[in-house]
Nanobody
């Protein structure tokens, strides 16, 4: 599975962005998908994950109620809608795919990352 993340950019605090992650391969619908982020000088951290069917979702406490993960298996794409953005959300965001849904960084496939910068 090859993953291509996009949609990052510069936004003011309180604003919104939607990240997309396009996957190649015919087996996208069999993979759980996750979003992670890494801020400068910090370790990569879990943001959100979604099961292969979209029926189960998980969020980090820091983004719960503000971010929404979704997927469109017909388009081989997973999304991360980010609302009420805060400066502390500034990071490089990565999408990842794995046969098993998990909230750790134990994903088999990773995208290249897209930078989100939130100004105060």
């Amino acid at each position: 599975v090859q993953l291509q993340a996009s949609g990052g950019g510069l936004v003011q605090a309180g604003g919104s962005l939607r990240l997309s992650c396009a996957a190649s391969g015919r087996t996208f619908s069999s993979y759980a998908m996750g979003w992670f982020r890494q801020a400068p000088g910090k370790e990569r951290e879990f943001v959100a994950a979604i099961s292969w069917s979209g029926g189960s979702t998980y969020y980090a406490d820091s983004v719960k109620g503000r971010f929404t993960i979704s997927r469109d298996n017909a388009k081989n794409t997973v999304y991360l809608q980010m609302n009420s953005l805060k400066p502390e959300d500034t990071a490089v965001y990565y999408c990842a795919a794995d046969p098993v849904l998990n909230i750790a960084t134990m994903y088999d496939y990773w995208g290249q990352g897209t930078l989100v910068t939130v100004s105060s």
